[in-house]
């Protein structure tokens, strides 16, 4: 897989609005700190988080034309 150049330099000079030499200047986990890449990872849900969605929205499948 080739390394994503373009999406890594849209990053750091679209996004982040580096200059060029800032861009080039930094080591590759400074710009993956930079970028948001080393952010902790999103909670995920709880079981009481879980059963509410499950309420709100029941899986279609488990109905039938007879309520059973």
Not at 39 to 61: G, H, I, V
Request: aromatic share 10%.
């Amino acid at each position: 897989m080739p390394f994503p150049w373009c999406a890594v330099l849209h990053t750091g000079l679209c996004q982040l609005r580096l200059s060029p030499l800032q861009f080039w200047a930094l080591s590759p986990i400074e710009f993956a700190a930079m970028a948001g890449h080393l952010a902790p990872a999103t909670t995920y849900p709880n079981r009481q988080m879980l059963s509410e969605l499950m309420k709100r929205f029941p899986d279609e499948s488990r109905r039938s034309d007879n309520g059973v």
